[in-house]
């Protein structure tokens, strides 16, 4: 399927649900979007601790946010004739919200979760990549990131294991 529409800011004023799949933004960055989505999960992260909100709540947060993404990462690919385009980051914010719940509180805990899930979003080895090639629509625009933050969090957990001193 190609682009039928260019994303901009118009587009992205057009529809809430395109306001929230491209990431209040962060979607419209002409490289990398997902990493700039990704990024953006950091503020809103702390923004979240600062009202309150501990990291198990937070975890617990994602699964609505999740279910949210299914119709509104939905309506977005549509509307741009492509069902995963680079500039939806509503999965990747989603999903690393997911991972830094289960990171260390701390600079290098929450570098540790962004490299991690950046890597297994970006690289996408199996099953990551089996999921993104065959489940499509929103669910499967969020499905692989989610995968990709079960990952991350593993190797998040093993690392903190085997080297806690460093975070």
Known sequence: MTILIKPDFKF??????????????????PKAPGTWGSLLALPLFALLLWLGLDA????????????MGIPVCGVTGRALGVGDHGGIVWDEIVAMLLVLA???ASIGGWILAFV???LFDIFKPWPIRWFDRRIHGGFGVMLDDL??????????????LILPVFF
């Open 56 to 67: 198990a709540h937070i975890a617990w947060l994602t699964l609505p946010l999740f279910m």
């Open 102 to 104: 289960f990171a260390p």
């Open 147 to 160: 995968i990709a933050a079960v990952f991350a969090i593993a190797v998040q957990a093993l690392l903190l």
């Open 116 to 118: 991690l899930f950046r």
């Open 12 to 29: 992205l004023l057009a529809h809430p649900a395109h306001f929230i799949a491209f990431g209040f933004g962060a979607g419209l960055a």
